[in-house]
C-alpha cells in the first residue's frame, strides 16, 4: 500500500484535530464541510474506514517516519531545462 508523504500526512491529522477541537464539547464536527473532507482523505490515506482508527494508524507512522529533511537556505538552482523522459520499451 502507498503511503502519504509524512508533511501531507501531518498537516491533515493536525487540521482534523484542530478542527475537532474547535468543535462544542458533545458535538460531532462539522461532517458537511471541511472537517468531513478531512476524515474520508484521512481514511483513504490510511486504508481504514472510520476516522478513529485513521488518527490512529496515521499517528503511528508519523511516529516512525524519518525526521523532515531541513531545507536548504539558498534557493535551488533552476536551468529551465527539461529533464528528458525514457522511452517507452
Known sequence: MLR???VVLRRLVDEYEALSAAA???EPADLSGR?????YTLCVSTGTRNVERALEVAHQW???APAPA???S???SV???RT???EPA
Open 4 to 6: 502519504p508523504h509524512p
Open 24 to 26: 462544542r464539547p458533545g
Open 35 to 39: 472537517a468531513g473532507d478531512l476524515e
Open 62 to 64: 508519523l511516529a516512525t
Open 70 to 72: 531541513r531545507e536548504s
Open 74 to 76: 539558498a534557493p535551488p
Open 79 to 81: 536551468t529551465g531545462q
Open 84 to 86: 528528458p523522459t525514457p
